[in-house]
């Protein structure tokens, strides 16, 4: 007998249960949008791991409703009913969310896998209730602190309750929270302990003080953090003038051809990195990743031998005339940017970045490093090393600085300057190229990307010295970094046009650059 | 016999006589319509499509027997991007090609540099794009929004609830007029809602700026101090750039909601536009809008793509200002229909109060004094498609105040058409 009524009540206990969220995803599909957003900041102070399925496809945009208002999940293009048996009337569609709705969904998501077993998602979620935790949460956040078993959790879910306890009734927790908040590199923590410091908000004055110490501390951090931020930023800019220079300071820096359509190559690196993409989307879908690697040398190649046709149709009949050479290659850009346009459209193209391309890594609080950046940075070193052992290393490098530096004599001793020129220019055009692949994965990629680079490079080349590689590295990251710290002083605008003001008067003082070379041979 | 000879020898010239005349009399019979959008260049990238839907819109009117039973012809000129050459080339459809209207411009600097030309000629331009306002034209008709009809709502969206409830605003374009004549109205309209100068930052950058490191970082920080948005006036190309590094620096949209004014469909092509779900454009039409009048659109504009064979046309997308110009020709040929003429004077009165279904979903009306179209105004989130979905529209179409009241001594500017000097 007690069995049968320990049954009949563990049944009804299981009813009740479901009944009890039988509603949810209904609820919130029924709901107006101010009614979803109280039910998800409801359903953030009282999580319940059997809602987590639900909000993980809200999260993912993945909840539909079919004309009769009932809830469906969408899984690989198959809608299943999110409580019950129920068939779609028709297709379902999907639910319009908006930012708002979006920011405490991710708060729900956060104090549902407060509850999950995995210690990694729980110190996700911890990490995400320190941005968004709301004072509702507060219990929870008490009581999920009590009962963590992994430190690192638990520290991470104490900050998050500190946030909140920033207006406890208690003083000595108001205390501790501020203590604590001092020791973290938060943004958000500096500006909540700024409140405190208005006898207004808070009346104890020893909170205050307490608040006035962990400010200074949080604002060191964040301090670093900028400072570091910014450094990065100018050795990033560095890097990218540097890829955008490097082709040029061969083409014009050792061969002294005042190379107007530079820029275009850049332009067909990145246009052959957009036609590799295409390729790998269409025969090797599951490869994609790995499209740029593939494109690096496909890239150089194209634009090397777009280089040496030029070098041998048009531009060795001008040597020794800079202002047609000028000219010539100016109209040879103008009908690469044309011919571009006319193959691929005015509109720029698509060129995605690789999803080890994208996203950053979190150093500091306030620092996030991009991982195309940190790529490009490393990438535009080994291009460097890279030339500079191709032209000190090689018998083709040894021909082409024997002829930049005495052409005559060069052909006497047996240099057939003809075919090193060629080479010399396709080497320049090829890293252009390469160049070009790394810009595209940071910028647009149009008919017009080489125009924007153009003056940068020659910039660089010229500041650095020309005939010079180690010059043209140390004007392009100098460039690079005084760009960034001129830039948050005085803006985007007038830190371009002090900087061109700045090496028009280095120019002057120096004609030859930064670094130039010695001896007889130059004039 | 001889007789005969002449007989036939006459009337063979004058069979070619009449044929040579009859030819002569057809080309006369056509509308000469001018196209002035710059097909290379840096705005070669936006102004294009406007060139190719212009030209379908006319061989469509043409389809239906043309206006006044007569056929429009298409006179495309190329000002490449270049400001002085829209006045040049404008002034050569007025004088040379005689054309009785253009349809053209997206700048406002180059709108303003074609405004002295038809001014004096008397000639009749549609101008497609959203500006700045600070301009009515006798000679111009303004087929894009206003900043009352694109901006403000806008902002008045990430103000409410929905919108994120926005406390902060950082104010971020291009340097050139109409981002920094926008930025006014809406710093001064953000002011008159409570909002302390503290909490606007403006921040401008030269046109192809393409390293939004530090201003990311600066947002960043400047988010910290309570909940934030970002209102882009970028341009162009710029773009890109710009929200690859918003992405890749982790600003999401929840955190910090970005409301572009010169995104669209056509510009989302350029982008891989996963990272950007969530952010916003303001516009008074998408491609995504739901109603018989725009699928009929979107689908003619994709079959005329694929038979022209427009580059990229398996992916053709229609846009805002593309559905303006598409609005604009229209609108001009019913009023002609209405007058009986393409004169100049009598067109434009015919076009005050002129209505047309247009693909917004919406019965546009031209207003009868002040030459701006009543829009219905939305917001669109980016989808990871590179359309928008509308999360907010107006439920009726919004009158244009070309002269903004949050600019000092607009009050009394009249409300109607006066020239400019």
Partial sequence: MPTVVTRILLSLLLLLSLAAHAGDAQDFVTANPAKQASLLERWSAAPDAARLPLLEALQQGRVAADSAKTAFIETAGNYQAAEGEAQPLDTPKKLRLNNRLRGLIATAVASHQLLVDDPVLRLAAAQQLQKSAKPAQLQLLNAQVASETDDAVRDALTLALANLQLVDSDLAVRLAAVRLLGETGDPLARTRLETLLDPAVESDPTVRTAAETSLAQVKRKLLIGELLGQAFSGLSLGSILLLAALGLAITFGLLGVINMAHGEMLMLGAYSTYMVQVLFQRFAPEALALYPLVALPVAFFVTAAIGMALERT??????????ETLLATW???????????????????????????????????????????????????????????????????????????????????????????MLAFGLGSGIAGLGGVALSQIGNVGPDLGQSYIIDSFLVVVLGGVGQLAGSVMAAFGLGIANKILEPQIGAVLGKILILALIILFIQKRPQGLFALKGRVID | MQRRNLIKAFTLTASIAAMGMTWTVQAAETIKVGILHSLSGTMAISETSLKDMALMTIDEINAKGGVNGKQLEAVVVDPASNWPLFAEKGRQLLTQDKVDVVFGCWTSVSRKSVLPVFEELNGLL???????????????????????????????????EDGGAAKRYF???????????????????????????????????????????????????????????????????????????????GLEATDVPVVAFSVGEEELRGIDTKPLVGHLAAWNYFQSVENPVNTEFVAKWKAYAKAKNLPGADKAVTNDPMEATYVGINMWAQAVEKAGTTEVDKVREALYGQTFAAPSGYTLTMDKTNHHLHKPVMIGEIQEDGQFSVVWETSSPVRAQPWSPFIEGNDKKPDYAVKSN
């Fill in chain 1, 314 to 323: 048009v531009i060795r009949h001008l040597y020794g005339r800079p202002l």
């Fill in chain 1, 331 to 421: 109209g040879i850009s103008l009908i690469l940017i044309q011919l571009v346009r006319v193959i691929f459209g005015a509109q720029n193209v698509e060129v995605a970045n690789p999803y080890w391309l994208s996203g950053g890594i979190q150093v500091l609080p306030n620092l996030v490093l991009p991982y195309n950046r940190i790529v490009i940075i490393g990438f535009a070193l080994f291009v460097v090393v890279l030339t500079w052992l191709l032209l000190n290393k090689t018998r083709l490098g040894l021909n082409v600085r024997a002829v930049t530096q005495n052409r005559n004599m060069a052909a006497c001793c047996g240099v057939p300057t003809g075919r090193v020129d």
């Fill in chain 2, 126 to 160: 549609f101008y497609p794009v959203q500006y700045e306002g600070e301009e009515m034209s006798p000679n111009v008709f303004y087929t894009g929004a206003a900043p009352n009809q694109q901006a403000i709502p806008a902002v008045e969206y990430l103000m409410s």
């Fill in chain 2, 171 to 249: 104010l971020l374009g291009t340097d050139y007029v109409y981002p920094r004549t926008t930025n006014k109205i809406l710093r001064a309209f953000l002011i008159s809602k409570g909002v302390a100068e503290k909490d606007i930052e403006e921040v401008y950058t030269p046109f192809g700026h393409s390293d939004y490191q530090t201003i990311v970082a600066n947002i960043k920080k400047f988010s910290a101090g309570g909940k934030t948005a970002v209102i882009s006036t970028v341009n162009g190309d710029s773009n890109v750039p710009f929200y690859k590094e918003l992405a890749n620096q």
